[in-house]
């Protein structure tokens, strides 16, 4: 359908729209025509996606000198998803005729678009990267010219032959799209993809790609300020921010670089005999400055380098790491030191400014060529034409390690850990970051519109906090259903009326599991197809599923629906998701154990028969032991006046959220939301939950025992399986609806308008 907002012209692929999406729209608008960032949270299940998309395009396309969207979101899944709908949308705007030149692509890592036929069959990430620059890399690439033995990529080099503008057509191109139109073509999707990034009208790729300042150097430095960024499934984003700051080092990192360092002053011996011209040339482009070395340097090296303030980008490199040997004993000086910090008894926290002066006493290691080292290592492997990159991935960490701590002195601390558990040594170093907003700044700086959305951002006002942003629009939408399509249920105690909760005191108590094991096996009896249960954490599953096994529950449950389990491994999971599925598609029904936080909270769907029923069972409340947690909690309080306990049920509540979100993926889908735990009943836990789902919770649903949650939930099954009037006019509107609403509010607003003279008069 097509229909008017203000004025813009928006294409919309479908035939109806939900209410909740032309809000949305209206909402997107405001924000982008004042120029600001805003905080959207949508109901799961509404179309979200393709009503940002739709309003998006339009807004380009009316309004030109808005040039590119940049779409982030979290997932590979979720990446296709969003792709797909943006081709779905552009399809539609040319069967109405509409003529444009449109480009949307997307961009993954290399491991899921490699087409070379040995490095995409590696199993790791960093092993198909290093691989691949192996192939790719200009120093490899110009020996060949002189050894025929040399091997290269033929993808990247048949792509080397072309401009890219001349290969890949007009068109939105899904990652399987452009893996399948590579194959044709026989050149590399992934540095096809990489290239075509400015010349794209949408460009859809993950959250690291922009806040991590490893990655974004590399690929989104160009962008313009004119383009709007759209961080999607974004309740978890300043956890996102923290961790593309952090860094974990531990003893077999240092003793991986001391190895890399002894290779480096070999290799350096060798050139200086053989060609010592290389290093004089490294040298004399180091001391025009880090902009000239900067612009030599190979394109895409090994791993980019954290972004540093701007006021440094225009210094030289300091002289005492200049020599490539200088700068191969000042790392061996720095990595001995932190081998000597390693051989601790006790814990250690401090601050990044305590931890260089304690450097500098002991080493006379200064803080400005710390700052430079993640620099000087990429141009130094770059000048060497070292192969193998992989093995110097510890060394290009203790890099990373050495530029952050001497670049950032608030919102940081360094903890030294000496043991993994109580008895076993194992030590290890954490730079953590505390402050979200490090990451994010840069963004709201660089780009007038800043979409913050998700199905599960309540309560709103956080964010800005931890993110340190003005957002000119914040909204949370309700949810307008014909019929009342899910069903969320407290339950605070068991049959036996002993309160249940995941509470650290009594989680372990034989009547609470027992209970937890009660509500399990009783919903399986009475819930169609497929069930989703969520836990706290992996530690207490695992504690739970034993005890629930030692007293026969698993077995009473295994009468009604097979069991799966949720575990660290990723290929385990995707193995149990793929079982559950079909023992639901097949009628037998199943029951999945996963864990809040973990894959199958995040972005994985339960729809229709998949989840008719999502059970959290306790509050998903994180560690307050961590101590990497506990700063963190230290910082917010000191900076932001966020107190801890605001901040922990806050993380708890939107994480018990989107738990119970897999459930419903659409209006047409049903299905049970329940709370196990006493603490839900409670108001302040409660008013923490989305608007969406907070609607939908009755006074007589909060205070349930097993019992009285069955005869409720029988009876909601029961409705469901009805036949339900029509949506239209009310959870679903046509265009006749959209032209009558915005019709009325005319009038309301002339009324409004009229009312205000004449009180003026």
Same mark, same amino acid.
């Given at each position: 359908?097509?229909?008017?907002?203000?004025?813009?012209?928006?294409?919309?692929?479908?035939?109806?729209?939900?209410?909740?999406?032309?809000?949305?729209?209206?909402?997107?608008?405001?924000?982008?025509?004042?120029?600001?960032?805003?905080?959207?949270?949508?109901?799961?299940?509404?179309?979200?996606?393709?009503?940002? #998309?739709?309003?998006?395009?339009?807004?380009?396309?009316?309004?030109?000198?808005?040039?590119?969207?940049?779409?982030?979101?979290?997932?590979?899944?979720?990446?296709?998803?969003?792709?797909?709908?943006?081709?779905?949308?552009?399809?539609?705007?040319?069967?109405?005729?509409?003529?444009?030149?449109?480009?949307?692509?997307?961009?993954? *890592?290399?491991?899921?678009?490699?087409?070379?036929?040995?490095? !995409?069959?590696?199993? @790791?990430?960093?092993?198909?990267?290093?691989?691949?620059?192996?192939?790719?890399?200009? @120093?490899?690439?110009?020996? *060949?010219?002189?050894?025929?033995?040399?091997?290269?990529?033929?993808?990247?080099?048949?792509?080397?032959?072309?401009?890219?503008? $001349?290969?890949?057509?007009?068109?939105?191109?899904?990652?399987?799209?452009?893996?399948?139109?590579?194959?044709?073509?026989? +050149?590399?999707?992934?540095?096809?993809?990489?290239?075509? +990034?400015?010349?794209?009208?949408?460009?859809?790729?993950?959250?690291?790609?922009?806040?991590?300042?490893?990655?974004?150097?590399?690929?989104?430095?160009?962008?313009?300020?004119?383009?709007?960024?759209?961080?999607?499934?974004?309740?978890?984003?300043?956890?996102? &921010?923290?961790?593309? #700051?952090?860094?974990?080092?531990?003893?077999?990192?240092?003793?991986?670089?001391?190895? !890399?360092?002894?290779? /480096?002053?070999?290799?350096?011996?060798?050139?200086?005999?053989?060609?010592?011209?290389?290093?004089?040339?490294?040298?004399?482009?180091?001391?025009?400055?880090?902009?000239?070395?900067?612009?030599?340097?190979?394109?895409?090296?090994?791993?980019?380098?954290?972004?540093?303030?701007?006021?440094?980008?225009?210094?030289?490199?300091?002289?005492? +790491?200049?020599?490539?040997?200088?700068?191969?004993?000042?790392?061996?000086?720095?990595?001995?030191?932190?081998?000597?910090?390693?051989?601790?008894?006790?814990?250690?926290?401090?601050?990044? *400014?305590?931890?260089?002066?304690? #450097?500098?006493?002991?080493?006379?290691?200064? %803080?400005?060529?710390?700052?430079? &080292?993640?620099?000087?290592?990429?141009? /130094?492997?770059?000048?060497?034409?070292l192969s193998d990159l992989d093995e110097y991935y510890a060394l290009h960490k203790v890099a990373a390690f050495a530029t952050l701590v001497a670049t950032y002195t608030t919102g940081f601390l360094l903890i030294l850990e000496p043991f993994e558990n109580e008895t076993v040594p194992n030590p290890i170093l954490h730079y953590a970051c505390l402050d979200a907003s490090i990451a994010i700044r840069p963004v709201f700086e660089r780009f007038k519109t800043v979409v913050i959305t998700s199905g599960t951002l309540s309560p709103l006002d956080m964010y800005p906090k931890i993110l340190s942003f003005q957002a000119v629009v914040q909204e949370s939408y309700s949810m307008t259903l014909t019929r009342n399509c899910f069903l969320p249920l407290v339950i605070t105690r068991g049959s036996d009326q002993v309160a249940i909760s995941s509470k650290f005191e009594v989680r372990n108590d034989p009547a609470v599991v027992r209970n937890f094991g009660q509500i399990l096996v009783e919903f399986s009896k009475i819930v169609p197809d497929g069930i989703v249960a969520f836990f706290p954490s992996y530690l207490y599953m695992e504690s739970i599923v034993s005890m629930w096994n030692d007293m026969g529950i698993l077995n009473e449950a295994w009468k009604h629906k097979?069991?799966?389990?949720?575990?660290?491994?990723?290929?385990?999971?995707?193995?149990?998701?793929?079982?559950?599925?079909?023992? &639901?598609?097949? %009628?037998?029904?199943?029951?999945?154990?996963?864990?809040?936080?973990?894959?199958?909270?995040?972005?994985?769907?339960?729809?229709?028969?998949?989840?008719?029923?999502?059970?959290?069972?306790?509050?998903?409340?994180?560690?307050?032991?961590?101590?990497?947690?506990?700063?963190?909690?230290?910082?917010?309080?000191?900076?932001?006046?966020?107190? $801890?306990?605001?901040?922990?049920?806050?993380?708890?509540?939107?994480?018990?959220?989107? &738990?119970? %979100?897999?459930? #419903?993926? %659409?209006?047409?889908?049903?299905?049970?939301?329940?709370?196990?735990?006493?603490?839900?009943?409670?108001?302040?836990?409660?008013?923490?939950?989305?608007? @969406?789902?907070?609607?939908?919770?009755?006074?007589?649903?909060?205070?349930?025992?097993?019992?009285?949650?069955?005869?409720?939930?029988?009876?909601?099954?029961?409705?469901?399986?009805?036949?339900?009037?029509?949506?239209?006019?009310?959870?679903? @509107?046509?265009?006749?609806?959209? +032209?009558?609403?915005?019709?009325?509010?005319?009038? !309301?607003?002339?009324?409004?308008?009229?009312?205000?003279?004449?009180?003026?008069?």
């Open positions: 359908m097509r229909f008017t907002i203000d004025d813009l012209p928006v294409y919309f692929p479908y035939d109806k729209i939900y209410p909740e999406q032309y809000a949305y729209m209206s909402d997107l608008k405001k924000a982008l025509d004042a120029e600001g960032h805003c905080l959207l949270e949508m109901p799961s299940g509404t179309g979200k996606t393709v009503s940002l #998309l739709s309003l998006i395009v339009s807004y380009q396309m009316h309004y030109p000198e808005k040039r590119k969207l940049i779409y982030c979101s979290r997932t590979v899944p979720e990446i296709e998803k969003a792709l797909a709908e943006l081709q779905i949308l552009i399809e539609y705007r040319k069967s109405q005729g509409v003529e444009e030149s449109f480009l949307g692509i997307g961009l993954t *890592s290399r491991k899921n678009l490699c087409l070379h036929p040995t490095v !995409s069959q590696q199993k @790791w990430g960093k092993v198909v990267d290093a691989k691949c620059r192996n192939l790719t890399a200009s @120093w490899v690439r110009d020996k *060949s010219k002189i050894d025929s033995n040399v091997e290269l990529c033929d993808f990247y080099e048949a792509l080397e032959q072309h401009d890219p503008n $001349e290969l890949l057509m007009d068109g939105v191109y899904t990652l399987e799209d452009l893996r399948v139109f590579c194959k044709e073509k026989v +050149i590399c999707p992934y540095y096809l993809a990489r290239r075509m +990034i400015p010349f794209a009208n949408v460009v859809i790729y993950s959250y690291h790609y922009l806040l991590d300042p490893k990655v974004a150097e590399l690929v989104s430095k160009e962008m313009s300020r004119d383009c709007i960024v759209v961080f999607d499934e974004a309740h978890n984003i300043d956890n996102v &921010c923290i961790e593309s #700051l952090s860094i974990d080092l531990t003893k077999p990192n240092l003793d991986a670089s001391a190895r !890399s360092i002894t290779k /480096l002053s070999e290799k350096i011996e060798e050139v200086k005999t053989k060609d010592s011209e290389r290093l004089k040339d490294e040298y004399t482009k180091l001391v025009e400055g880090l902009k000239a070395a900067k612009e030599a340097r190979d394109e895409d090296t090994f791993m980019a380098n954290p972004v540093l303030p701007d006021d440094l980008l225009t210094e030289a490199i300091p002289g005492n +790491i200049r020599k490539a040997e200088h700068f191969v004993a000042f790392l061996r000086r720095f990595i001995e030191y932190l081998k000597t910090r390693m051989r601790i008894q006790h814990v250690v926290a401090e601050t990044p *400014s305590s931890f260089l002066q304690h #450097l500098r006493e002991l080493t006379f290691i200064e %803080g400005k060529p710390l700052r430079f &080292c993640s620099q000087r290592l990429t141009s /130094l492997i770059h000048t060497l034409e097979l069991i799966f389990v949720e575990t660290p491994d990723a290929a385990e999971t995707s193995l149990a998701l793929e079982n559950y599925r079909t023992a &639901c598609d097949n %009628g037998r029904g199943a029951i999945l154990l996963s864990v809040a936080r973990g894959k199958v909270s995040e972005g994985i769907d339960f729809d229709h028969n998949y989840g008719r029923a999502v059970i959290m069972f306790g509050v998903p409340y994180q560690y307050t032991e961590n101590r990497i947690l506990k700063a963190r909690l230290e910082f917010l309080r000191e900076n932001y006046r966020i107190r $801890e306990n605001d901040f922990l049920t806050f993380d708890a509540m939107r994480h018990a959220a989107q &738990c119970v %979100g897999r459930v #419903l993926r %659409g209006k047409t889908d049903y299905g049970l939301m329940i709370f196990a735990d006493k603490r839900f009943g409670r108001t302040d836990k409660r008013n923490k939950l989305p608007k @969406w789902i907070n609607q939908y919770i009755t006074e007589t649903a909060t205070n349930l025992s097993t019992d009285m949650s069955l005869v409720i939930a029988k009876k909601f099954l029961r409705s469901m399986a009805q036949p339900f009037d029509d949506q239209r006019g009310v959870s679903l @509107w046509t265009l006749e609806d959209i +032209i009558a609403k915005q019709q009325q509010r005319n009038v !309301s607003h002339l009324n409004s308008n009229f009312g205000g003279r004449i009180i003026q008069g």
